[in-house]
């Protein structure tokens, strides 16, 4: 409030601290001391000063609220204690400093007693025209007026409740945390506030680090499991982890709360910790080459080995998670050992046959031979189109002699298999692989790895089953396997 008119003011200031009784002596005397000086001047000069006390008498102040009208009084104090008065019954009601909104302006003026508003008047006036607002205090983050509260000391008691669990934690025996702060930018600020738009502390804390006052929760059902609840929510098993940060997965009952709503906080804690921590060591590959092996091929003659280091590091984690890692020195605890691939160096053959086979396989025995046998699955007698080799699974298996592929792929009853062409209507087959090195159609050299050895399709253990057929009719393969020409 601000009383208009400084000089008028100084003078009712004055007059103010003075008794009445004695006012009205040193304004008599006032008179008397004038009309001494002033006797025998004219006698408009008495009539003058009649009318300046009157004036001084009559003097008060049009108090005006918002622009309007409001009182007329003689003394500012008059609306003041009415206001004060006011304020301290709403304040103890509300538990909040209450001002009223708006202004109060003065005017000085003169008048006749009888248009003093009264006591009574200026009572129902503030009653029924003045708004009164909470001195309430906003949260304000980034620039933004987020929340508001009772007092800067309750902003205060929320800001430090979102930090207190992270500097419980630094105080911890052993913690290597040696900072905590806030990630934005938070400042307070008093604000005249409609009292029902005030908060509760433990409402504005959990709407600052959940980003939401929005509450979503599912019950557990009989037959719930976490993810299952995930999935049926369109959540992933992650969101519904950070929407429930305590919460133990793998032990959840039927009538537990699972907080469906994943928290995008508005307010973030950043922590600063020196950490020591055990980290692996990626090997990497070298080269090196080998005549056993043609050029178009390669063999890991050593597999690689994971290291491990010691670091230390400075690490910065926003509300729990790591943001970022500065390291600070790192000691080798165990080398990695790099894996050794062999290129192989040996000319590749010619792209055909050469007219003699050779062993696909390196065979030490033989599990089932050509022509009439029991079947090992069907348990019945059967035509058995080739022969068995017993070889562990990854086995190489080389081209027997140069040629077409013809097919490679999965069959019925062989499993994965490649069909080779010779020419002159010989054929040899690979069946039972683990895996298919070549393509239909591909030109391929005698003693070419073309698969690996394997349990597929009808087998009842790591085998090759070769075939070599001539138009189509099966041969017993150990007939073209002596080192002959076959053609
Ligand atoms: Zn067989």
Do not use: C
Request: charged share 25%.
């Amino acid at each position: 409030m601000e009383a208009k008119g400084p000089n008028y003011s100084k003078i009712r200031a004055i007059l103010n601290r003075i008794p009445k009784k004695t006012q009205a002596i040193v304004l008599v005397s006032g008179v008397l001391i004038f009309s001494a000086v002033g006797f025998g001047m004219k006698v408009q000069a008495d009539q003058e000063a009649v009318v300046a006390q009157h004036l001084i008498e009559t003097q008060g102040f049009e108090v005006y609220y918002n622009g309007e009208l409001f009182a007329k009084v003689r003394n500012t104090l008059d609306i003041q204690t009415t206001i004060d008065e006011k304020a301290m019954f709403l304040e103890k009601a509300e538990g909040i400093a209450m001002i009223p909104d708006g202004e109060f302006t003065y005017e000085p003026t003169s008048f006749e007693d009888e248009d003093e508003t009264s006591p009574v008047a200026i009572q129902q006036a503030v009653d029924s025209n003045v708004e009164f607002l909470a001195q309430a205090t906003q949260i304000v983050v980034d620039g933004i007026a987020l929340a508001t509260v009772k007092s800067e000391t309750e902003a205060q008691q929320i800001i430090d409740g979102i930090q207190a669990p992270y500097i419980a934690k630094m105080s911890e025996d052993g913690s290597e945390i040696f900072e905590v702060g806030l990630v934005e930018t938070v400042s307070f600020e008093t604000s005249a506030t409609d009292p029902t738009t005030i908060q509760t502390v433990e409402k504005v804390e959990e709407f600052l680090v959940k980003g939401t006052n929005r509450n979503e929760t599912y019950v557990v059902q009989r037959g719930d499991w976490f993810e299952k609840i995930a999935y049926d929510h369109d959540m992933t098993v992650v969101e519904l982890k950070a929407a429930n940060p305590e919460m133990n997965y793998n032990l959840i009952y039927a009538g537990d709360d699972v907080n469906l709503i994943v928290p995008d906080p508005f307010l973030s804690v950043a922590t600063y910790e020196k950490a020591t921590y055990e980290e692996g060591i990626e090997y990497g590959t070298e080269y090196t080459t080998s005549s056993s092996y043609y050029k178009d091929e390669n063999r890991v003659v050593r597999s690689g080995k994971e290291g491990t280091k010691e670091v230390v590091a400075n690490i910065k984690k926003v509300n729990g998670k790591a943001v970022e890692v500065e390291v600070l020195e790192e000691t080798v605890l165990k080398e990695p050992r790099a894996k050794l691939i062999a290129q192989g160096t040996k000319e590749i053959p010619q792209l055909k046959g050469t007219g003699v086979f050779q062993y696909p396989v390196q065979v030490s025995s033989l599990s089932s031979r050509f022509g009439n046998r029991v079947h090992p699955i069907t348990g019945r007698p059967d035509f058995h189109t080739g022969v068995d080799w017993p070889k562990s699974k990854g086995t190489p298996v080389k081209a027997a002699d140069g040629g077409t592929v013809t097919f490679a792929g999965w069959k019925s009853g062989y499993g994965y298999v490649v069909y080779m062409d010779h020419g002159g209507g010989f054929e040899t087959r690979y069946a039972h692989m683990s895996a298919i090195y070549v393509q239909k159609g591909e030109k391929v050299y005698k003693d070419k790895s073309i698969g690996a050895v394997g349990n597929t399709g009808n087998s009842t253990g790591s085998h090759l089953h070769f075939e070599v057929r001539k138009y189509g009719v099966a041969y017993n393969p150990y007939n073209f396997l002596d080192g002959s020409a076959y053609r």
